[in-house]
């Protein structure tokens, strides 16, 4: 049997969705729902695939910066992004990195491996989604936003999370890349929920019978990702149900802040709500929210300017 030709969209590198039920999805109800996303992605998209190839070799210690290098050159258009950030104010290697071999030298392998999940995010993260109401670029500046924050609190708080609380932080949201295009069809019922004043996570349960969180957990654990990853992503708006998960303390505190610093993207505060328990169980105060949050709205103003 001949196969069928490849879509420009699978061509392009996009999440590609298969249609598996012959209902229209606006008349299947939650868990259906949920089913026939899950199964209608295929793959992992771009980003993930070479995050993880790129810390498989890195992890490797009979690997070399040469090996590393031949990873990440696989995609030319993240390598040239690469060169282009880690030469940034950013970093403070202005005209320094020439090669990405050069770069993991010079960078080391924890920040090429944060610079890898960055730049390899801008194309996946940089769509416009509307049925989120979000422009072009938005959920990019947010994703980036919480990661960066996310980074600074591990490297206080839980040094060896460093990279997991970058990368999850940098894909918190990437649920909602697969729910836009059903709360867009559904929009006269999210402008109902909408116009009672609950947040857009209550709008998801409310209009489709479940979250972007639930919907991101049982993709990364269909792919097969760590499963302290799987739990963050799960409950980074509500991690007083994470089994004391360290990871969602994190990534739900650098969200909160995300939200709070008027950053782009960064639109629906009381979605942010800072759960009670988490600054205890961090052991931060205001006074390091605040200190967060002015180091947060300075890297990602450096960042988007050398990678726009």
């Known amino acids: ?37 899950l199964n209608g992605i295929k793959d992992l998209p771009p980003m993930p695939k070479i995050i993880y190839k790129a810390r498989e070799v890195m992890a490797n210690p009979m690997a070399g910066f ?9 995609d030319q258009a993240i390598a040239a992004k690469i060169l282009q950030v880690a030469n940034s104010a950013y970093y403070g290697l202005s005209g ?3 090669s990405i071999h050069q770069a993991t030298v010079v960078l080391g392998h924890k920040t090429l491996e944060q610079l890898i999940t960055m730049v390899s995010a801008t ?10 109401r979000m422009g072009s670029g938005a959920l990019w500046q947010h994703s980036l936003a919480v990661a960066l924050c996310s980074r600074l609190i591990a490297k206080d708080r839980a040094p060896a999370l460093e990279n997991d609380a970058f990368s999850v932080g940098l894909i918190h949201d990437a649920g909602k890349l697969a729910l836009d295009r059903y709360l867009l069809e ?10 009672t004043g609950v947040t857009f996570l209550e709008v998801e349960k409310q209009v489709l019978g479940f979250d972007h969180t639930e919907l991101a957990s049982d993709l990364c654990a269909k792919w097969k990702l760590p499963d302290n990853h799987v739990t963050a992503m799960r409950y980074h708006h509500d991690p007083g149900a994470s089994n004391g998960n360290q990871l969602a303390y ?19 505060a009381k979605q942010s709500e800072l759960n009670p328990g988490a ?6 105060d205001e006074e390091d929210l605040a200190r967060y949050n002015e180091a947060t709205i300075a890297a990602v103003s450096l960042i988007t300017q050398s990678i726009a």
């Open 279 to 284: 600054l205890a169980f961090l052991s931060l």
């Open 66 to 74: 040469k090996e590393i290098a031949e990873v990440i050159e696989t």
């Open 123 to 132: 194309s996946l993260l940089g769509s416009r989604l509307k049925g989120y």
């Open 250 to 268: 994190i990534v739900h505190t650098a969200n909160h802040i995300a939200q709070q610093s008027g950053i782009r993207g960064s639109m629906d």
């Open 1 to 37: 049997m001949d196969q069928p030709a490849i879509s420009p969209d699978e061509a392009a590198g996009k999440i590609v969705f298969t249609p598996i039920a012959e209902k229209p999805s606006r008349e299947l109800d939650g868990n259906d729902l949920k089913r026939k996303i």
């Open 186 to 195: 559904r929009r006269v019922q999210v402008d109902q929920s909408l116009s």
């Open 96 to 98: 320094m990195v020439a």
